[in-house]
């Protein structure tokens, strides 16, 4: 099994920056593609950024500029810097990882617990 420990949330002031870390940790072969999610209530969740094993990054034009995504493989982590905050970024921001286990040939798909953004005066 595979643990995802999220850490970084909290409260910010608008224009203020966040860095959200994301600690994957068990059985764990190899890591593929790593992202960040957010939701609000009554809302599907949405990717924030997404980040290769190659390290090719993907940012929605929503964060982009705002949002940077990274990883240290050595480590199984992922982050996600966040400046420039505005009161819509406020969500619940998850983590998620494509991971092969040992003794497994497939990746398989594992989400954070989630920690809490709020952007707010």
């Known amino acids: 099994q595979v643990q995802l420990v999220e850490s970084g949330g909290g409260l910010v002031q608008p224009g203020g920056s966040l860095r959200l870390s994301c600690a994957a940790s068990?059985?764990?072969?190899?890591?593929?593609?790593m992202a960040w999610y957010r939701q609000v209530p009554g809302k599907q969740r949405e990717l924030v950024a997404g980040i290769s094993s190659g390290d090719i990054t993907t940012i929605p034009d929503s964060v982009k500029g705002r949002f940077t995504i990274s990883r240290d493989n050595a480590k199984n982590t992922v982050y996600l810097q966040m400046n420039s905050l505005k009161p819509e970024d406020t969500a619940v921001y998850y983590c998620?990882?494509?991971?092969?286990?040992?003794?497994?040939?497939?990746?398989?798909?594992?989400w954070g617990q989630g920690t809490q953004v709020t952007v707010s005066l």
């Open positions: 068990g059985s764990i072969s190899s890591i593929n593609y």
């Open positions: 998620y990882t494509l991971v092969k286990l040992k003794d497994r040939i497939i990746f398989l798909p594992y």
